[in-house]
């Protein structure tokens, strides 16, 4: 089955870090490019991080670029982000999601996505 | 700041036609932003409609379809049941890399 799991969320102080991850199952993981997505309670969702299926194409939101890092390992068919210097305001469901487009980094078409891992930044 | 503009809400009638549209406060929409369309139901992932503007996602009915009008996207629903009463949001391509969502359109069906 086609899937993608997230994991790695959490309650976290504010100027604090968490490390998500997305696990990949069903797919050539190598061959796509994938995103970070984020929801806040009650919002819509959010663009925040993307990442080629090389790692030679990386792009950030304003709201998180210098804070946040994108990386994926292949190998390991695993996607992550590094969040560091959290704020309340990224406080939000965090979904990864596949581009449907093999070697693209962005087609629009974000066809599997994950069921999310919440993470919540408060004193 | 680049803001993508959506309306907050729109109503239709059952077996009625609706345009949702989505726009720039900094530029004109078009082709180049790869519009894509988004439905979301309570509890659940966004799911792709349409990507590159009018191109149908895989299982999606055709009385969903996308174009460009004027300086917008828009996303056109023809025939609207009761089940397509959900929040649905655009996502536009800024180029860099960058992508942003619109603030959504809840739909009603009435």
């Known amino acids: 089955e086609v899937q993608l799991v997230e994991s790695g969320g959490g309650l976290v102080q504010p100027g604090g870090s968490l490390r998500l991850s997305c696990e990949a199952f069903?797919?050539?993981?190598?061959?796509?490019?994938i995103h970070w997505v984020r929801q806040s309670p009650g919002k819509g969702p959010e663009w925040v991080s993307g990442?080629?299926?090389?790692?030679?194409?990386?792009a950030y939101a304003d709201a998180v670029k210098g804070r946040f890092t994108i990386s994926r390992d292949n190998a390991k068919n695993s996607l992550y982000l590094q969040m560091n210097s959290l704020r309340v305001e990224d406080t939000a469901l965090y979904y990864c999601?596949?581009?449907?487009?093999?070697?693209?980094?962005?087609?629009?078409?974000?066809?599997?996505w994950g069921k999310g891992t919440t993470v919540t930044v408060s004193s | 700041q680049t803001v993508v503009t959506q309306e907050p809400s729109i109503s239709v009638s059952p077996g009625g036609t609706v345009t949702l549209t989505c726009g720039l406060t900094?530029?004109?929409?078009?082709?180049?932003?790869?519009p894509s369309w988004y439905q979301q139901t309570p509890g659940q992932a966004p799911r792709a409609l349409i990507y590159?503007?009018?191109l149908r996602s895989s299982g999606v009915p055709d009385r969903f379809s996308g174009s460009i009008l004027g300086n917008k996207a828009a996303l056109t629903i023809t025939g609207a049941q009761a089940d397509d009463e959900c929040d649905y949001y655009c996502?536009?391509?800024?180029?860099?890399?960058?992508?942003?969502f619109g603030g959504g359109t809840k739909l009603t069906v009435v």
């Open positions: 900094s530029d004109s929409v078009s082709t180049s932003a790869h």
């Open positions: 999601a596949k581009d449907h487009d093999r070697y693209a980094f962005w087609s629009g078409y974000l066809d599997v």
């Open positions: 069903g797919f050539t993981f190598d061959d796509h490019a």
């Open positions: 990442i080629n299926w090389l790692s030679t194409n990386i």
């Open positions: 590159d503007t009018d």
């Open positions: 996502v536009l391509y800024l180029g860099r890399g960058i992508s942003l």
